[in-house]
């Protein structure tokens, strides 16, 4: 980031955009007064708050971040509100009146004692913005809070966010992917552009509609702009559901000859649960058909992700592959595959890409999976240096897969999977926190794939990539007894 | 083996006493025995220790469901003395060392089934003087135990899904684990790191002094708890040296 | 795999002046990073110990029970101190880090319950003596060793006191070896190599230790 000129004035509600590396998350720590002089990178430039440097006003800024477990502290829920309190030594009598305070304002739905890992994500940041607000600051700097959520967490979040801004009237600093929801939050927008200076500085509908199109190319997700579609065939309107896609047939009885991997009335409980995380689920993977995979969380999408994938055995019902998939191994379920026969045949791509780097150079990523094959040397490199021009990884081919950006490691870890030809390839929220660009790319990926035959599943939240690829989708739902109602605060 | 650390919780009045006292005694009591090198001094250490945590609050049945692997493991010592050691009593050292090893880290398993974390975290500062920012940052971060538990999982899960798998060849296994490691490892440190941001959005590395939210005191009863392992060590000294059979370390 | 070369010596060089023309120690108070990084590399071992132990049940009691055995496999105890002593690179990090792993163990139900602080406190000071020493200037691969050395011995030296007291003195010299060697080979080349590999994939920006990554 840098030559950035920019006033904001106390109470304003601003979003703050622009591509990813653009700077912002490096803008919000310096304003934090958190900017570490020892970390890599030299500063230049003047930056204030309240005419002061961001360090000496650090107590009237709050700092909230996209992660939530790592921004809790403490085992118990009441405790971590009540760690900032201690830390600026707000004196023992007051704290635990200030931490029901913030408790209530953001709509906790739990009492003091509630262990911190036993939070959905959406409760857990809504705790760290207890703990925000419990501070009284006066700016409040929020780092895309809804990230990591699903869309009813991130709802929550953003009440709780409006709550706040009501009651501390704080000037407000966002930067957040979801723009469209987003927008009721804030009353100005300003986008960053990469490599330094604004792009735009102004009222949000103003902003979209003169820059909409340089902001969508950059990969900024401007509302209301549509997003290309690629499903295989067209939607079936009379069977449509909320999501605008086809809701999947539940009839297994005949195995079609397109079925690659069929499911039958799978169900799994984890280790020390006594509810099923999945029960009775019946789906059938068929080449060159995409399959979405929702529902809220809890419903059991990544568990079952991971059963299709070989990777977790049914407790109940079974999974079988066809001969068309398998060959000889159709009789083994794919759990009792070795390691090797599963990847050529089923991919996955994890949440997580860093979970399956296996290498020290994106180059040797890619070509992992194909020398494990025993391919001519040649022919590795140069399919290779093809996949590389095709996802624009070029320059990056000699790094650490682990230093790469997000998106970058995103496209980087769909493409190893896709090395080894299989046919099937079964991703888990694919489409995580990624920016409009690498959203567009990925779904252009995996569409190539499902249009040269293979089959698609993937277990995602993100209507979006249900509405633009999903030939089919499966709805799962949770069985659980109506949850203690969120206290939604009041819009 | 799940990686959980809210296990049993004895309740009773074991369970109220100062996390710093009962940590305090485990140590008396484990020093004092390490250092003798009889079997009667342990042996009566570890009945008077099993009463007094039995009227703690803390069932024999508790004791036995978790003290069971250390008596494996004190019987496993015991045969390893008898095969390496050369001593002209074999069987007798041997059976000294598998009561000696049991007393010694018996107190110390059943108390720390009575000690909460963040409870033993808020004592070690406000009672025993550790840095607040030592104690707290610790406990930060074991809360992120659990899910590097699942990390560690799922990272394998990912490298099969490549098609890495160690089978039976233990070099492979070897190779298998240390990339996992490594995996593991680079995730923990940069959670750590934006965790150390989030700690300091919140003040965490302010000079002056902290205020406290949960108060641990130290009472009459946890000084005594302390005073009556000295006490107990003393009277098993005693005991044994009054029936001739005591014999420390150095002898 | 594309590894800058470390330099040896930490960049405690002559300070340089700050923003403002002050010319400041020597960082030697720890950041809030540095102590929840240390204490993170600590509970990252309490899985990986398990996971360990996990993976040596399965080669039988015979090896995992007996000492031999044991010996062999116990470097790993021994990487917490060091890794984060030379990962922080700031006075007392050894001795924190292996405190920190020996209250995981404990907390998550060892076998031997809270004597496992002192072998922390201990195995954790014998490192911690020789990257004094050095006068926490040189945190390469000789350091390393010779760390993981003194904690190797410092283990075996609290094994004898505890449990093997009686045993004769040549397989006395024979476990010191064992577990020195496994200690040497683990947790000091060990940990060394895997500082460098955690500063090539950039997970040690905040560190000195990560500062010479190079930019691609």
């Given at each position: 980031?840098?030559?950035?000129d920019?006033?904001i004035?106390?109470?304003?509600?601003?979003?703050?955009?622009?591509?990813?590396g653009?700077g912002?998350?490096?803008?919000?720590?310096?304003?934090a007064?958190?900017?570490?002089?020892?970390?890599?990178?030299?500063?230049?430039?003047r930056l204030?708050v309240?005419?002061?440097?961001?360090r000496?006003?650090?107590?009237?800024?709050a700092?909230v971040?996209?992660?939530?477990?790592?921004?809790l502290?403490m085992?118990?829920?009441?405790?971590?509100?009540?760690?900032g309190?201690?830390?600026?030594?707000?004196?023992?009598?007051?704290i635990?009146?200030?931490v029901?305070?913030?408790?209530?304002?953001?709509?906790?739905?739990?009492?003091?004692?509630r262990?911190?890992?036993?939070l959905s994500?959406?409760?857990q940041?809504?705790?760290?913005?207890?703990?925000?607000?419990a501070?009284?600051?006066?700016?409040l700097?929020?780092?895309?809070?809804?990230a990591?959520?699903?869309?009813?967490?991130?709802?929550?979040?953003r009440?709780a966010?409006?709550?706040i801004?009501?009651?501390?009237?704080?000037?407000?600093l966002?930067?957040?992917?979801?723009?469209?929801?987003?927008?009721?939050?804030?009353?100005?927008?300003?986008?960053?552009?990469?490599?330094?200076?604004?792009?735009?500085?102004?009222?949000?509908?103003?902003?979209?509609a003169?820059?909409?199109?340089a902001?969508?190319?950059?990969g900024?997700?401007v509302?209301?702009?549509?997003?290309?579609?690629?499903r295989?065939?067209?939607?079936?309107?009379?069977?449509?559901n909320?999501?605008?896609?086809a809701?999947?047939?539940?009839?297994?009885?005949v195995?079609?000859?397109?079925?690659?991997?069929?499911?039958?009335?799978?169900?799994?409980t984890?280790?020390?649960?006594?509810?099923p995380?999945?029960?009775?689920?019946?789906?059938s993977l068929?080449?060159g058909?995409?399959?979405?995979?929702?529902?809220?969380?809890?419903?059991?999408?990544?568990?079952?992700?991971?059963?299709l994938?070989?990777?977790?055995?049914?407790?109940?019902?079974?999974?079988?592959a066809?001969a068309?998939?398998?060959?000889?191994?159709?009789?083994?379920?794919?759990?009792r595959?070795?390691?090797?026969?599963?990847?050529d045949?089923?991919?996955?791509?994890f949440?997580?890409?860093?979970h399956?780097?296996?290498?020290?150079?994106?180059?040797?990523e890619?070509?992992?999976g194909?020398?494990r094959?025993?391919e001519?040397?040649?022919?590795v490199?140069?399919?290779?240096?093809?996949?590389?021009?095709?996802l624009?990884?070029t320059p990056?081919?000699?790094?650490?897969?682990f230093?790469?950006?997000?998106?970058?490691?995103?496209r980087?870890?769909?493409?190893?999977a896709?090395?080894?030809?299989?046919?099937?390839?079964?991703l888990d929220?694919?489409?995580?926190?990624?920016d409009?660009r690498?959203w567009?790319?990925?779904?252009?990926?995996?569409?190539?794939?499902?249009?040269?035959?293979g089959?698609?599943?993937a277990?995602?939240?993100d209507?979006a990539?249900?509405?633009?690829?999903?030939?089919?989708?499966?709805?799962?739902?949770?069985r659980?007894?109506?949850p203690?109602?969120?206290?939604?605060v009041?819009? | 083996?799940v990686?959980d650390l809210?296990?049993?919780?004895?309740?009773?009045r074991?369970a109220?006493a100062?996390?710093?006292?009962?940590?305090?005694?485990?140590?008396v009591?484990g020093f004092g025995?390490?250092?003798?090198?009889d079997p009667?001094?342990p042996a009566l250490?570890?009945a008077?220790?099993v009463?007094?945590?039995a009227a703690?609050?803390?069932?024999v049945?508790?004791?036995l469901?978790?003290?069971w692997?250390?008596l494996v493991?004190?019987?496993t010592?015991?045969?390893?003395t008898?095969?390496?050691?050369?001593?002209?009593?074999?069987?007798l050292?041997?059976?000294?060392?598998?009561?000696?090893?049991?007393?010694i880290?018996?107190p110390?398993?059943?108390?720390?089934?009575?000690?909460?974390?963040?409870?033993?975290a808020?004592?070690?500062?406000?009672?025993a003087?550790v840095?607040?920012?030592f104690?707290?940052?610790s406990?930060?971060?074991?809360?992120?135990?659990?899910?590097?538990?699942?990390?560690?999982r799922?990272?394998?899960?990912?490298?099969?899904?490549?098609?890495v798998?160690?089978?039976?060849n233990?070099?492979?296994?070897?190779?298998?684990?240390?990339?996992?490691v490594?995996?593991?490892?680079?995730g923990?440190?940069?959670?750590?790191?934006r965790?150390a941001?989030a700690?300091?959005?919140?003040?965490?590395d302010?000079?002056?002094?902290?205020?406290?939210?949960?108060p641990?005191?130290?009472?009459?009863s946890?000084?005594?708890?302390?005073?009556?392992?000295f006490?107990?060590?003393?009277?098993a000294?005693v005991?044994?040296?009054?029936?001739?059979?005591?014999?420390?370390?150095?002898? | 795999?594309?590894?800058?070369?470390e330099?040896?010596?930490?960049?405690?060089?002559?300070p340089?002046?700050?923003?403002?023309?002050?010319v400041?120690?020597?960082a030697?108070?720890?950041?809030t990073?540095?102590?929840?990084?240390a204490?993170?590399?600590?509970?990252?071992?309490?899985?990986?110990?398990?996971?360990?132990?996990?993976?040596w049940?399965?080669?039988?009691?015979?090896?995992t029970?007996?000492?031999?055995?044991?010996?062999f496999?116990y470097g790993?105890?021994?990487?917490?101190?060091?890794?984060?002593?030379?990962?922080?690179?700031?006075?007392?990090?050894?001795?924190?880090?292996?405190?920190?792993?020996?209250?995981?163990s404990?907390?998550?139900?060892?076998?031997?319950g809270?004597?496992?602080?002192w072998?922390?406190l201990?195995?954790?000071?014998a490192p911690?003596?020789?990257?004094l020493a050095?006068?926490y200037?040189?945190?390469?691969?000789?350091?390393?060793?010779?760390?993981?050395?003194?904690?190797g011995?410092?283990?075996?030296?609290?094994?004898?006191?505890?449990?093997?007291?009686d045993w004769?003195?040549?397989?006395?010299?024979?476990?010191?070896?064992?577990?020195?060697?496994?200690?040497?080979?683990?947790?000091?080349?060990?940990?060394?190599?895997?500082t460098?590999?955690?500063?090539?994939?950039?997970?040690?920006?905040?560190?000195?230790?990560?500062?010479?990554?190079?930019?691609?």
């Amino acid at each position: 980031m840098r030559g950035l000129d920019l006033a904001i004035e106390p109470g304003e509600r601003v979003l703050l955009l622009g591509p990813s590396g653009a700077g912002k998350s490096t803008l919000l720590t310096a304003l934090a007064g958190l900017l570490d002089p020892d970390h890599a990178g030299d500063a230049e430039g003047r930056l204030t708050v309240d005419g002061l440097d961001p360090r000496a006003t650090r107590d009237r800024i709050a700092l909230v971040l996209q992660d939530p477990e790592t921004q809790l502290v403490m085992a118990r829920a009441g405790d971590d509100v009540a760690f900032g309190l201690e830390n600026r030594a707000v004196p023992s009598p007051e704290i635990w009146q200030r931490v029901d305070a913030a408790l209530a304002t953001v709509g906790f739905p739990y009492d003091r004692d509630r262990r911190t890992d036993r939070l959905s994500g959406g409760e857990q940041q809504r705790l760290a913005l207890a703990g925000a607000f419990a501070l009284s600051p006066q700016l409040l700097l929020l780092d895309e809070p809804t990230a990591n959520l699903d869309p009813v967490g991130a709802r929550l979040v953003r009440g709780a966010i409006t709550a706040i801004q009501r009651t501390t009237g704080a000037t407000t600093l966002l930067v957040e992917h979801r723009v469209t929801e987003t927008l009721e939050l804030v009353d100005r927008v300003v986008v960053l552009a990469p490599g330094g200076g604004l792009i735009a500085d102004g009222d949000p509908a103003d902003v979209f509609a003169r820059h909409g199109d340089a902001l969508a190319a950059a990969g900024v997700w401007v509302p209301n702009r549509p997003l290309p579609t690629r499903r295989a065939r067209p939607v079936r309107p009379d069977r449509s559901n909320a999501w605008g896609g086809a809701t999947a047939e539940p009839d297994n009885s005949v195995v079609t000859a397109q079925d690659l991997l069929v499911a039958d009335r799978v169900g799994f409980t984890h280790r020390g649960t006594s509810r099923p995380a999945l029960d009775g689920v019946s789906v059938s993977l068929r080449a060159g058909e995409a399959l979405a995979v929702v529902g809220p969380n809890g419903s059991g999408k990544s568990t079952l992700a991971a059963i299709l994938a070989g990777l977790a055995a049914p407790g109940k019902g079974t999974v079988r592959a066809t001969a068309t998939l398998a060959g000889a191994d159709a009789r083994l379920p794919p759990h009792r595959w070795r390691a090797h026969e599963l990847a050529d045949r089923i991919g996955t791509v994890f949440q997580d890409p860093e979970h399956q780097f296996l290498t020290g150079r994106v180059r040797d990523e890619l070509a992992f999976g194909p020398t494990r094959r025993g391919e001519d040397v040649d022919a590795v490199r140069r399919r290779v240096d093809d996949l590389l021009d095709r996802l624009r990884l070029t320059p990056l081919a000699e790094a650490n897969p682990f230093t790469l950006s997000g998106g970058e490691k995103r496209r980087l870890s769909v493409a190893t999977a896709l090395t080894t030809d299989p046919a099937v390839l079964v991703l888990d929220e694919p489409t995580f926190g990624q920016d409009r660009r690498t959203w567009v790319e990925l779904v252009e990926l995996l569409a190539a794939h499902r249009d040269a035959g293979g089959a698609i599943c993937a277990a995602t939240h993100d209507e979006a990539v249900v509405t633009s690829l999903a030939d089919r989708v499966l709805t799962l739902e949770v069985r659980r007894p109506a949850p203690i109602p969120d206290r939604e605060v009041a819009a | 083996m799940v990686l959980d650390l809210h296990a049993v919780r004895a309740t009773g009045r074991l369970a109220r006493a100062n996390p710093v006292a009962k940590l305090a005694a485990a140590f008396v009591l484990g020093f004092g025995v390490a250092l003798s090198a009889d079997p009667l001094t342990p042996a009566l250490v570890l009945a008077a220790v099993v009463a007094a945590l039995a009227a703690g609050g803390v069932t024999v049945r508790i004791m036995l469901v978790r003290g069971w692997p250390l008596l494996v493991s004190a019987a496993t010592l015991g045969l390893t003395t008898l095969l390496f050691s050369d001593s002209d009593q074999p069987w007798l050292t041997a059976l000294t060392v598998t009561i000696r090893v049991f007393a010694i880290a018996l107190p110390g398993v059943v108390l720390l089934l009575t000690i909460d974390p963040t409870d033993l975290a808020d004592s070690l500062v406000q009672n025993a003087r550790v840095p607040a920012r030592f104690a707290y940052a610790s406990l930060a971060a074991l809360r992120l135990l659990p899910l590097m538990a699942v990390e560690w999982r799922t990272i394998g899960l990912a490298r099969r899904a490549r098609g890495v798998d160690a089978g039976r060849n233990p070099a492979a296994r070897l190779r298998l684990f240390a990339g996992t490691v490594f995996t593991l490892l680079v995730g923990a440190i940069r959670r750590g790191t934006r965790l150390a941001v989030a700690m300091d959005a919140r003040g965490f590395d302010a000079t002056g002094p902290r205020t406290i939210a949960r108060p641990q005191t130290v009472r009459r009863s946890d000084v005594g708890l302390v005073l009556g392992a000295f006490a107990l060590l003393a009277a098993a000294v005693v005991g044994s040296s009054a029936l001739g059979t005591f014999r420390p370390f150095w002898a | 795999m594309s590894h800058p070369h470390e330099p040896d010596l930490a960049d405690t060089g002559p300070p340089d002046p700050d923003s403002r023309g002050r010319v400041l120690p020597p960082a030697t108070r720890w950041r809030t990073v540095d102590i929840v990084v240390a204490a993170v590399i600590a509970v990252a071992f309490g899985v990986v110990f398990w996971a360990w132990n996990h993976l040596w049940t399965a080669s039988g009691p015979a090896f995992t029970a007996f000492p031999p055995g044991q010996a062999f496999m116990y470097g790993i105890w021994l990487v917490p101190g060091v890794l984060a002593a030379l990962v922080v690179r700031k006075p007392g990090a050894a001795v924190f880090a292996s405190l920190v792993a020996a209250a995981v163990s404990a907390l998550l139900g060892t076998t031997w319950g809270v004597q496992v602080i002192w072998y922390g406190l201990l195995q954790g000071l014998a490192p911690e003596l020789v990257f004094l020493a050095t006068r926490y200037r040189r945190f390469g691969l000789p350091v390393a060793l010779a760390a993981a050395a003194a904690a190797g011995l410092t283990a075996a030296s609290l094994d004898w006191f505890y449990y093997y007291r009686d045993w004769s003195t040549g397989w006395l010299v024979v476990y010191y070896a064992v577990l020195t060697t496994s200690a040497v080979i683990v947790a000091g080349f060990g940990s060394w190599a895997l500082t460098r590999s955690l500063a090539g994939a950039g997970a040690l920006d905040a560190f000195p230790s990560g500062r010479e990554r190079r930019p691609v």
